[in-house]
């Protein structure tokens, strides 16, 4: 029995000015990341962190393009930061998406919106095949490449300062906390002055994390792993305002979803939590 919906998402975030948010001269302290080669020592991390790569080949070998739905929501959410309002203009705006996964974002946004190029980045092998053998794949709008931004200069494949727009979504959760800053590192560097990022990740309090936490599956604060061997992190407002605080980013705008959905034929009530925000590149 699938389970259904008995809500429509509701807000459930703190107002903006009630965040506890780093102050953007604390970037002052990190050192700028150049355009060279950097390898990020595993050793201190996790079993299922270090070995994440082969439990997401196997995630997509098994399940193919049937697990995740197209994101058509993305274009109600986010509609004027993927669409061009010069008329005249034959380019419209270059998008990277990261962790591209099957392809639920890119696919919906290129039919949307004719102008959009898309750079898109994975580290699956398994994902970028799925993708290539889309019957909507055209390589003359989207450029799919194989890279694991935790420790891979993007801006070996993608020119610097050449993107309007990065699209985050659940995929940030799938990196190690101790990663996540030079992730943000590596994205500021492809950005364009004044560019996004637009994030929707899973929220603390989620239903899913209720659940790892019960059955022991914590790695550390907020941070687990499934039984599938993947892991997924879960954000409260205060930790992602600091985070891209810290990576030089201003916040544009954030806010946490609550939804409630009811198995039936269970007979239970899952409380699933998203947050969802919007972050612009600072420049000093």
């Not at 393009?65 to 109600?76: A, W």
Request: aromatic residues 14%.
């Amino acid at each position: 029995m699938t389970a259904a919906f008995t809500m429509s998402p509701l807000l459930c975030s703190t107002l903006a000015g009630e965040r506890t948010v780093s102050p953007l001269s604390s970037y002052n302290q990190f050192k700028p990341l150049s355009c060279t080669g950097r390898v990020f020592d595993d050793k201190n991390e996790h079993y299922f962190s270090r070995k994440s790569l082969k439990y997401w080949d196997r995630f997509y070998k098994r399940h193919q393009n049937k697990f995740f739905k197209d994101r058509h929501y993305l274009e109600k959410d986010w509609g004027k930061y993927f669409s061009d309002d010069d008329a005249n203009s034959a380019n419209g705006k270059v998008l990277l998406e990261v962790g591209f996964g099957a392809g639920n974002t890119i696919f919906p946004l290129v039919a949307a919106y004719p102008k959009l190029f898309v750079h898109a980045c994975d580290f699956s092998i398994e994902a970028l095949t799925l993708v290539k053998a889309h019957s909507n794949f055209d390589e003359n709008r989207i450029n799919v490449f194989n890279c694991d931004v935790t420790n891979e200069e993007l801006c070996d494949k993608i020119l610097p300062s050449s993107v309007d727009v990065v699209t985050l979504i659940f995929m940030l959760s799938a990196v190690s906390p101790n990663k996540m800053h030079f992730v943000l590192q590596n994205l500021k560097k492809v950005l364009k002055p004044n560019g996004h990022i637009l994030v929707r990740d899973y929220a603390v309090g989620d239903s899913a994390q209720v659940k790892l936490e019960n059955r022991d599956q914590k790695i550390s604060n907020n941070f687990y792993f499934r039984g599938d061997g993947t892991c997924s992190f879960y954000f409260s407002e205060d930790f992602l305002s600091n985070l891209f605080g810290d990576a030089g980013f201003r916040m544009v705008d954030m806010d946490t979803y609550c939804r409630q959905v009811e198995n039936h034929s269970r007979n239970l009530i899952f409380n699933r939590r998203w947050i969802r925000a919007i972050f612009d590149k600072v420049d000093f």
